[in-house]
Each structure stands twice: as structure tokens, then as C-alpha cells.
């Protein structure tokens, strides 16, 4: 219990870069240097424990830890295809939520910016805190419109939800940009809520301060999903346009451990192209193919060795009946033998996932991948 609290507590954070301080008595006294830290916890799908919805087949190519209905409480609302039995783990961040708030208090400070309101809209994992006082009246406009029955680029709450979407299409990179986008605003209205206790600021300053700010975060947030679009359109890779025009990008592709489980490897052969020696197979299933090549070819020689003495020593046909042609025969059951055997081998269905890739499915995802230090290179 301890572990999944500290997990939970932990992940913006560790998505931000930064390293949590703990006391001496252990992980339930750590304290951030983070002015973010405060809403950790509403954003976890349990990363870095054994429930971690980011990893298994459930999470996809990806690695999204979203997963959708699969059954209603409701009988008159049927989900099809539902077996009738089974469930997903209920994670504290979740897709379908329409807000997110926390509440903090500071004593010692006039009214009117003691509290504040940090408050998210749609899936708490994707969306940016912004700051709200009681003194400032009415709530920013981009908290005070839409509904989830028509797109509105007015309201905060239709941006979150659009890039929330968006991001099932790569998930383990496109999170890394929305995590930092929401650090970087969340840090700023950190800044702003300071600001503004130290001045003992008043209502109305307060409710230009915030309402700036939250103007600024829906613009970010839509300009955001627009940008990762690009980022990742296709399967692919894209940096902006260089000096000289020339448009960078390259293809992703998937894990290899994730195409094997799919069957990728036993998917049609590639015509004209050459072997790919980048991802081999794991050495104890490469070093038995190599060993039944090894053995098939070994008795396709034998069978050549005795093909070739049988025709050189026979100086007649009578000769060849009577003392070859029992050795032809047999050699020539071994030849079919051999090609039976290597086409069973070339043909054979792979079974669901080997240990070896269920090892490396259950790895966890540590940091920015490998993905996003290529752009970064770009």
C-alpha cells in the first residue's frame, strides 16, 4: 500500500525531471521541491507498481493506460461484444472525468488569498491545474462553457478532452510533451498565486491575474494538440522545417517486443529486401534455428554426397539397379524428409508471447524514450 502511495504521489514529478526529497522516515514523509506537487496523486494510473495500467497487451503498442468500457451497470445499455464477466482495474486518473479539483489553504493571510482552488478539467492526467481564489467572483470564461455533446474551442474543458484523445495515437511520447506543458503552466500559475499573496492583492486584481492566465492555458492547450499532431502524424516522427526547407522526419515503427507478440515475425516475407540484423531473436531461439538449419542443410549434403558417387560409379544401367539404386532411393527420402522439415519450421504459427517477451512487455517505461531523445537530436 505503501509502495502504490508513493507511486502515485511521485509520477509528475518523475515525468517533470525532478527528483522527490524524503525524510528519514521514509517515503510517506516526502516533501517536493515542486510547486506542482500538490495534485500528484489525481494523476496516477499506477505507474512503477504492479498495477501499472501503462504496461501489457491491454496498454496497447503504445502503452496507454486508458481503457475504455467494456460493460454497463446499466442493462438497457449493452456494450457489445461484452463476455459477460471480467473487468479493468478502476486507476485514480481516469478518461471519462469532468474535473479534477484541490483545494490549499495558507494561514496567516487576509481573506481574499488565503485559499486557492486548483482546479482541472476533463482527464486529470492530461489537463493543467489553474488557480482560482473565491475573491475573484465569477471563474474564468474558459471554465464556464461547453458540453460534451458539442466541440467548443472556447472552453478548457474541450481542449483538454481534444488532446486527451489525441494522445491514444502514441501515448508513451506524446504524455512526455503534455506532461511538461502542464509543469510549465502549472509552475507559472504557482508563480501568479505568490504574486499575489505577497501583494495582498484584491479582488479585482486577483480576477485579472487568473483570468489572464487561464486564457493563456487554453490557447497553450489547443496550440499543443496541433503541434503533437504534426509531431507524430502517420507513425512517424517530424521536426520543424530546417533552413533550407528540407522537412526532417523518419518512422517510428513499434517496440519489437510488441510486434513479436503480434506476429509481426510470421507475417508475409519481405520481397527484395534485405534482412533486417537491428532487433535479432533472442539468442536461445536464434541459436536453434540455427541449429536445425544446420541440420537440415548437413543432410541435404549427405544426400548431394551420395547422389553425385552414384552416378560417377556407375558404368552401366545394370550396374546402377543392382548396387546403387537402393542408396538413391533412401537418399532421395531424405531430401524430401529435409524440405518437409524446413518448410514446417518456416510455416509454424509462433506461439502467444514467449517468455522472453513476456519479460520485456512487463519492463516499465523509464523516462523520455528513445523516440523522443531522437527528435530531440533532430
Avoid at 524524503?22 to 516533501?31: H, I, K, L, M
Avoid at 535479432?280 to 553425385?308: C, I, Y
Avoid at 537418399?331 to 524446413?342: D, F, H, I, N, Y
Avoid at 510455416?347 to 530531440?376: C, F, I, K
Wanted: aromatic share 8%; glycine share 8%; hydrophobic share 45%.
Amino acid at each position: 500500500m505503501h509502495s502504490s502511495r508513493w507511486a502515485t504521489h511521485s509520477l509528475p514529478v518523475r515525468h517533470a525531471g525532478l527528483q522527490p526529497r524524503t525524510s528519514r522516515q521514509g517515503p510517506r514523509q516526502a516533501r517536493y521541491s515542486h510547486a506542482c506537487a500538490l495534485p500528484c496523486s489525481d494523476r496516477s494510473h499506477y505507474e512503477g507498481t504492479a498495477f501499472d495500467t501503462t504496461q501489457g497487451v491491454a496498454a496497447g503498442p503504445f502503452g496507454s493506460p486508458d481503457r475504455y468500457a467494456a460493460f454497463s451497470l446499466n442493462p438497457s445499455k449493452h456494450v457489445g461484444e461484452d463476455p459477460g464477466y471480467g473487468a479493468w482495474e478502476r486507476t485514480v486518473a481516469i478518461y471519462r472525468a469532468s474535473c479534477v479539483w484541490v483545494s490549499a489553504t495558507k494561514a496567516g493571510l487576509p481573506a481574499a488569498v488565503a485559499g486557492t482552488i486548483w482546479y482541472g478539467v476533463a482527464d486529470p492526467s492530461k489537463t493543467v491545474f489553474v488557480p482560482m481564489m473565491v475573491a475573484m467572483g465569477e471563474p474564468p470564461a474558459p471554465y464556464t462553457v461547453g458540453t460534451p455533446g458539442k466541440l467548443d474551442r472556447r472552453a478548457a474543458y474541450w481542449a483538454v478532452r481534444y488532446l486527451q484523445n489525441l494522445a491514444q495515437l502514441r501515448y508513451k511520447d506524446m504524455i512526455v510533451d503534455i506532461n511538461r506543458h502542464a509543469v510549465h503552466w502549472e509552475r507559472h500559475g504557482a508563480e501568479a498565486v505568490a504574486a499575489l499573496r505577497r501583494d495582498r492583492a484584491d479582488g479585482p486584481t486577483i480576477k485579472k491575474v487568473l483570468d489572464t492566465l487561464a486564457e493563456q492555458v487554453l490557447v497553450a492547450t489547443w496550440q499543443l494538440s496541433d503541434e503533437l499532431m504534426v509531431k507524430y502524424a502517420d507513425g512517424g516522427l517530424t521536426a520543424p522545417p530546417l533552413p533550407d526547407s528540407t522537412i526532417p522526419s523518419h518512422d517510428l515503427g513499434y517496440s519489437a517486443a510488441w510486434l513479436r507478440t503480434a506476429g509481426f515475425t510470421k507475417g508475409p516475407t519481405r520481397m527484395g529486401l534485405p534482412a533486417v540484423a537491428q532487433n535479432p531473436l533472442p539468442p536461445a531461439e536464434a541459436a536453434a534455428d540455427a541449429g536445425a538449419d544446420a541440420a537440415a542443410f548437413s543432410t541435404l549434403a549427405a544426400f548431394n554426397d551420395v547422389g553425385v558417387a552414384a552416378a560417377t560409379s556407375a558404368p552401366s544401367q545394370p550396374t546402377l539397379a543392382s548396387g546403387h539404386l537402393p542408396l538413391a532411393l533412401a537418399g532421395l527420402v531424405t531430401l524430401v524428409a529435409a524440405a518437409v522439415l524446413l518448410l514446417a519450421r518456416r510455416t509454424a504459427r509462433a506461439p502467444d508471447a514467449s517468455a522472453w517477451e513476456s519479460t520485456a512487455l512487463a519492463a516499465p517505461a523509464t523516462g523520455v524514450g528513445a523516440e523522443e531523445r531522437a527528435y530531440a537530436a533532430l
